[in-house]
C-alpha cells in the first residue's frame, strides 16, 4: 500500500512539472500561420494511381469543386 501511494505521489509530482513546463513553453512558440487562398491554389498536386500527371490545386476545384485540404509535415 505504501508503495502504490509514492508511486502515485511520483506521477501526481511529474504531471504537473510536465504541466507548468509545456505552459511557460508556450510562451516561446510562434503561432502557426494559416494558409492563405493563393498559396493553397498554387500548390502542385500528383495523382497517385496510374499515369502520374502534375496539376495545380485550383484547377482541380475549378472543375469538380474538390475540397483541398494542406497537411504540413513535422521537419
Avoid: C
Avoid at 496539376?55 to 509535415?73: C, D, N, P, T
Amino acid at each position: 500500500m505504501a508503495l502504490t501511494l509514492v508511486g502515485d505521489a511520483v506521477a501526481t509530482v511529474g504531471g504537473l512539472v510536465t504541466g507548468v513546463l509545456n505552459f511557460f513553453t508556450d510562451f516561446f512558440l510562434t503561432p502557426p500561420l494559416k494558409a492563405a487562398h493563393q498559396y493553397l491554389e498554387d500548390a502542385e498536386l500528383k495523382t497517385l494511381k496510374g499515369e502520374i500527371k502534375t496539376f495545380k490545386a485550383k484547377a482541380l476545384w475549378e472543375k469538380s469543386g474538390a475540397v483541398v485540404m494542406a497537411v504540413r509535415r513535422p521537419g
